[in-house]
Nanobody, 119 residues
Framework: QVQLVESGGGLVQAGGSLRLSCAAS????????MGWFRQAPGKEREFVAT????????FYADSVKGRFTISSDNAKNTVYLQMNSLKPEDTAVYYC????????????WGQGTQVTVSS
């Protein structure tokens, strides 16, 4: 069974930076894509960024484009989210997720890590 564990969240001032990590465990880990999502209090979960595991192509939500960077270390079964120029509206619980095939939804989810950006 695949397990995803996020880390790196915390409290940061507006304009600061933070790097999130998502480590995957499992006998084999060969996702089609990995993604980051976030959910603020009282709001729906929203897409942040995704990366194709084998080719490394990336896609970002407009709200974070130019500020956030998703990357992966396939040998370590780990995906990262580098967050720069953070804004208070970035405050949310950030979740890592894995998509096992092109036709599938995101099947596996981590427990989330809290990111709080103060003004």
């Amino acid at each position: 069974q695949v397990q995803l564990v996020e880390s790196g969240g915390g409290l940061v001032q507006a304009g600061g930076s933070l790097r999130l990590s998502c480590a995957a465990s499992g006998r084999t880990f060969r996702p089609y894509a990995m993604g980051w999502f976030r959910q603020a209090p009282g709001k729906e979960r929203e897409f942040v960024a995704t990366i194709r595991w084998s080719v490394g192509s990336t896609f970002y939500a407009d709200s974070v484009k130019g500020r956030f960077t998703i990357s992966s270390d396939n040998a370590k079964n780990t995906v990262y989210l580098q967050m720069n120029s953070l804004k208070p509206e970035d405050t949310a619980v950030y979740y890592c997720a894995a998509k096992v095939s092109y036709d599938s939804q995101y099947n596996y989810w981590g427990q989330g890590t809290q990111v709080t950006v103060s003004s």
